[in-house]
């Protein structure tokens, strides 16, 4: 198995789809913190579903799903760009989340909660998405939601995730959305998802994508398209670090010093360690003192 995500049509139905299967990307993600067990499987279902979205959408930048929450989970964040490149982070609190076993539902994770999605392409601006977390307790239902609600399209979608305990982690999922079409037509999207819905998560996880899709729809005449990869990788830099310390009051990055010795920031996303001086500190204000802006 490899990371895959494979886009297909159907040359006698206005649908189109997408299946994806990480592996390697979602260990990298995995391997950056002690995620507890069930927050492992909302992470892998909301990768899955940001690489399904962001090739559905075709743009240049990147899709930001975040989730926010009042519950054990706080925060989950996913960037997937137009280049393939993945990561992921998320903040929960340590005692609560004990208390929720595997197959807990998202909604009781989250507490209130609400749902992002942000667009923000390479040029352009950038445009944000909002949805209520009361509208499904998965994370499936909800992204469907969105698409109903936000972008007026049929959107079905199937994700799964290695049992928490397995040594082999792997995320998976796969989407099919209606396209534009005459009203005789419908038919035609709703044979295809039932037969979608037989589709077990062990064969998202397990087997090639191209021996999913044929078991599903060998008798539908699917086209399938060349196969891109997915991977980890992650944006932060010393220079975005710096810029981050720069929009911050001179005088709170001088308590710090005082304090500390440096200022030491670890990437949420990678755990990468950046530190900054008392020298480096001086050279970052040195050309705007007054305003702390981004040069």
């Known amino acids: 198995m490899k990371d895959i995500l494979e886009r297909f049509l159907f040359d006698k139905a206005p649908v189109r789809g997408e299946l994806v299967q990480l592996d390697a990307t979602y260990k990298e993600v995995l391997a950056r913190h002690q995620y507890p067990l069930v927050l492992q499987r909302i992470i892998g279902e909301l990768m899955a579903a940001s690489a399904l979205l962001s090739a559905m959408l075709k743009f240049d930048g990147t899709l930001i799903m975040q989730m926010h929450g009042t519950g054990a989970v706080q925060l989950i964040v996913i960037e997937f760009t ?33 749902f992002m999605i942000t667009l923000d392409p390479t040029v352009g601006e950038a445009y944000q998405g909002v949805v209520g977390m009361e509208r499904g307790q998965s994370v499936a239902q909800i992204i469907e939601h969105y698409m109903s609600a936000s972008e007026q399209l049929e959107t079905r979608l199937w994700l799964a995730c290695s049992d928490a305990k397995s040594d082999n982690k792997m995320a998976a999922g796969m989407m099919l959305q209606k396209m534009p079409a005459e009203a005789d037509e419908t038919q035609s999207y709703e044979h295809l998802v039932t037969l979608a819905e037989t589709v077990k998560p062990e064969e998202l996880l397990e087997l090639p994508a191209r021996e999913v899709l044929y078991r599903l729809f060998h008798e539908d005449s699917v086209r399938v ?44 996303f990678c755990g990468k360690e950046y530190e900054f001086d008392a020298v480096d500190i001086g050279a970052l204000y040195a050309d705007s003192p007054a305003t702390g802006s981004v040069q």
């Open 82 to 114: 137009s280049d393939r490149t993945m990561r992921a982070t998320a903040r929960w609190d340590a005692d609560k989340i004990q208390t929720f076993g595997p197959g807990t539902s998202l909604a009781e994770l989250l507490g209130r909660g609400r």
């Open 225 to 268: 398209f060349e196969p891109t990869t997915p991977r980890f990788a992650c944006s932060c830099s010393r220079h975005r670090v710096a810029g981050m310390i720069k929009l911050m009051e001179r005088d709170e990055v001088d308590e710090v010093l005082a304090e500390r010795g440096n200022v030491h920031i670890v990437c949420d």
